[in-house]
C-alpha cells in the first residue's frame, strides 16, 4: 500500500478560526454548533477537513463530535508578549507530522519555492491533486509564525535569514589550530580558501556576535550568504547611527 502521508487539508489560520468559534463557545461545544457560528454546514467535506486540520494543528481536540481547545491554543491566545505567542504558534504549525518532516529537512537553509509543489509530490508523496493547496497551506502557515525568513530560509528563530548558520560555531577545533587572529573594529567577512573544506567554496562572517563559516555547494547557498552579510549591513547601520548621536 502507498505510505499515507498526514497532512492538514486547512490553513492554519482558518484553523484559529474555527478553535476561536469553540473558545467563545465555553472553551467546548459540539461541531454542529461551531459550524453554526462560522455560518458553515457541520456534515460539509469542507467543515470535517478543517476540524481534522485543527486537530492535527494541536488546537482542538475531537471527541465524538465534542471539540474542546487545547491548552497549546491557550497558551498562544494568553501570551503576554508577540514573541511568546509566535514561539507557541510555531509549535502549533509543525505538529502535522508533514509540515515538521519538511521543516527538518530545510531548516536553516532555503525552501525552494519554485518547485515546491513538485517537492511535496515527488518526495514526500502529498497526491498530486493536494500538492498545490498544501503548498500553500504550508507557506502561509510558516510566514505567520515567523518560521519562514527572508530569502525563504526555514527556522525557528525569527531573525533567522539574518543569522542562518550556526555551524561555524561548532568548528572549535579547526579554529583552536589556526593561529590567533588581530582583533578588529567592527564586523568583517572574508573568503574562505577551499582548503578549508576540500574541493568547495566557503565564506567566513566573523565579528561581535557572529562567527560563521558557510559551505557554498549550491545556488541557494548563496541566499544564506546574502542574509548574514545584510545583518552586517544592518548593524554597521546602527554603528554609524550611535556614532553620529555623539
Same mark, same amino acid.
Given at each position: 500500500?502507498?505510505?499515507?502521508?498526514?497532512?492538514?487539508?486547512?490553513?492554519?489560520?482558518?484553523? !484559529?478560526?474555527?478553535?476561536?468559534?469553540?473558545?467563545?463557545?465555553?472553551? &467546548?461545544?459540539?461541531?454542529?454548533?461551531?459550524?453554526? %457560528?462560522?455560518?458553515?454546514?457541520?456534515? $460539509?467535506?469542507?467543515?470535517?477537513?478543517?476540524?481534522?486540520?485543527?486537530?492535527?494543528?494541536?488546537?482542538?481536540?475531537?471527541?465524538?463530535?465534542?471539540?474542546?481547545?487545547?491548552?497549546?491554543?491557550?497558551?498562544?491566545?494568553? @501570551?503576554?508578549?508577540?514573541?511568546?505567542?509566535?514561539?507557541?504558534?510555531?509549535?502549533? !504549525?509543525?505538529?502535522?507530522?508533514?509540515? $515538521?518532516?519538511? !521543516?527538518?529537512? !530545510?531548516?536553516? %537553509?532555503?525552501?525552494?519555492?519554485?518547485?515546491?509543489?513538485?517537492?511535496?509530490?515527488?518526495?514526500?508523496?502529498?497526491?498530486?491533486?493536494?500538492? $498545490?493547496?498544501?503548498?500553500?497551506?504550508?507557506?502561509?502557515?510558516?510566514?505567520?509564525?515567523?518560521?519562514?525568513?527572508?530569502?525563504?530560509?526555514? $527556522?525557528?528563530?525569527?531573525?533567522?535569514?539574518?543569522?542562518?548558520?550556526?555551524?561555524?560555531?561548532?568548528?572549535? &577545533?579547526?579554529?583552536?589550530?589556526?593561529?590567533?587572529?588581530?582583533?578588529?573594529?567592527?564586523?568583517?567577512? &572574508?573568503?574562505?580558501?577551499? @582548503?578549508?573544506?576540500?574541493?568547495?567554496?566557503?565564506?567566513?562572517?566573523?565579528?561581535?556576535?557572529?562567527?560563521?563559516?558557510?559551505?557554498?555547494?549550491?545556488?541557494?547557498?548563496?541566499?544564506?550568504? %546574502?542574509?548574514?552579510?545584510?545583518?552586517?549591513? %544592518?548593524?554597521?547601520?546602527?554603528?554609524? &547611527?550611535?556614532?553620529?548621536?555623539?
Amino acid at each position: 500500500m502507498p505510505k499515507q502521508v498526514d497532512y492538514p487539508r486547512a490553513s492554519m489560520k482558518n484553523c !484559529f478560526g474555527l478553535a476561536d468559534a469553540v473558545n467563545d463557545l465555553g472553551s &467546548e461545544c459540539s461541531a454542529a454548533m461551531a459550524a453554526d %457560528k462560522l455560518g458553515k454546514q457541520h456534515t $460539509s467535506g469542507a467543515y470535517k477537513a478543517l476540524v481534522g486540520a485543527a486537530v492535527k494543528y494541536g488546537l482542538i481536540t475531537n471527541k465524538k463530535g465534542q471539540l474542546a481547545v487545547t491548552q497549546l491554543y491557550r497558551d498562544i491566545r494568553l @501570551a503576554y508578549n508577540e514573541a511568546e505567542a509566535e514561539k507557541e504558534t510555531q509549535k502549533a !504549525f509543525l505538529k502535522p507530522p508533514l509540515f $515538521s518532516d519538511i !521543516f527538518a529537512r !530545510f531548516e536553516n %537553509k532555503p525552501l525552494p519555492v519554485s518547485h515546491f509543489e513538485k517537492l511535496l509530490i515527488r518526495e514526500f508523496e502529498v497526491p498530486d491533486n493536494f500538492a $498545490s493547496r498544501v503548498g500553500g497551506y504550508f507557506l502561509e502557515g510558516a510566514k505567520q509564525c515567523g518560521i519562514l525568513g527572508d530569502g525563504n530560509v526555514l $527556522s525557528r528563530d525569527n531573525d533567522a535569514a539574518n543569522e542562518i548558520i550556526e555551524n561555524g560555531n561548532d568548528d572549535d &577545533e579547526q579554529q583552536a589550530d589556526s593561529p590567533p587572529e588581530k582583533p578588529k573594529a567592527g564586523p568583517s567577512h &572574508e573568503i574562505s580558501h577551499p @582548503a578549508e573544506e576540500e574541493g568547495k567554496f566557503s565564506v567566513r562572517i566573523k565579528g561581535p556576535g557572529m562567527d560563521s563559516l558557510i559551505v557554498v555547494n549550491e545556488e541557494e547557498d548563496l541566499y544564506i550568504v %546574502k542574509a548574514m552579510l545584510k545583518k552586517v549591513e %544592518k548593524r554597521l547601520a546602527i554603528d554609524d &547611527e550611535e556614532w553620529g548621536d555623539d
